[in-house]
């Protein structure tokens, strides 16, 4: 498997412009997030996803900010419009099988793709 | 809510000893799992190491292993012999056993290792 695929991993734009990040996790894996990673806040938690429901998106800072996994094997993070505020390291994480259940041993661990830095001047 | 405590912002370690990450976290469930992820220049995170909470044994992977102390809500990274490749930020996290929960992290600790 290649993994957690993020896109694009640099991303540099000026404010006020649309961005969409994208993610195609593990196949096979049911839960997909977003974490975003800044020196101020470190890793946040924005969005994520079970059998591509959104289940918790209170970590999603503000109405410019939005999430979609029209598929199990594709997700994107939109921001529209940009703020130079926004600029940070955005991570695709997945895992395996969930829902109700006891997380099993092979499920538990979250898998994180490289990250798409973006930058917005 | 659960939380993940790093109180070493920074540590440093010479080339071949072993140092000793702290984390602590607080949770009122009994049923969870923990992590220690590792994160290089690179920013990719990668996994370290894992310890299910219901397991008392303390989990190892080669150089690396940890000092579960579940009454205390403690959970210390050992990294043995230490190299230069370790040199990174390490994160402690925690997950809930039971689906539906994201993972929770601490504010990590920057690891140097001296040559």
């Known amino acids: 498997d290649a993994g957690v695929i993020q896109s694009p991993r640099h991303e540099v734009t000026e404010m006020g412009q649309e961005v969409t990040l994208r993610c195609k996790p593990i196949s096979g894996h049911d839960y997909l997030f977003w974490y975003r990673q800044t020196m101020m806040r470190g890793l946040e938690l924005l969005i994520y996803f079970n059998n591509n429901v959104p289940i918790d998106d209170s970590g999603m800072p503000e109405d410019r900010f939005s999430a979609k996994m029209p598929n199990a094997s594709f997700s994107t993070l939109k921001i529209q419009p940009s703020e130079p505020r926004d600029s940070a390291v955005y991570f695709c994480?997945?895992?395996?099988?969930?829902?109700?259940?006891?997380?099993?041993?092979?499920?538990?661990?979250?898998?994180f793709g490289a990250g798409s830095r973006l930058t917005v001047l | 809510a659960q939380t993940v405590t790093q109180s070493q912002p920074e540590m440093s370690v010479q080339e071949a000893e072993t140092v000793t990450l702290s984390c602590t976290y607080d949770t009122s469930e009994s049923d969870y799992y923990l992590f220690w992820y590792k994160q290089p220049p690179s920013r990719q995170m990668i996994l370290v190491i894992r310890?299910?909470?219901?397991?008392?044994q303390n989990a190892t992977e080669n150089r690396f292993s940890v000092n579960f102390q579940k009454a205390a809500k403690s959970f210390s990274l050992k990294i043995s012999d230490s190299q230069l490749g370790d040199a990174a930020m390490y994160f402690c996290?925690?997950?809930?056993?039971?689906?539906?929960?994201?993972?929770?992290f601490g504010t990590g600790t920057r690891l140097t290792i001296i040559p």
């Open positions: 310890q299910e909470a219901y397991k008392q």
């Open positions: 996290a925690y997950r809930s056993a039971w689906g539906n929960e994201k993972l929770t």
């Open positions: 994480a997945s895992s395996g099988r969930g829902g109700l259940v006891r997380l099993g041993s092979g499920a538990n661990v979250l898998t």
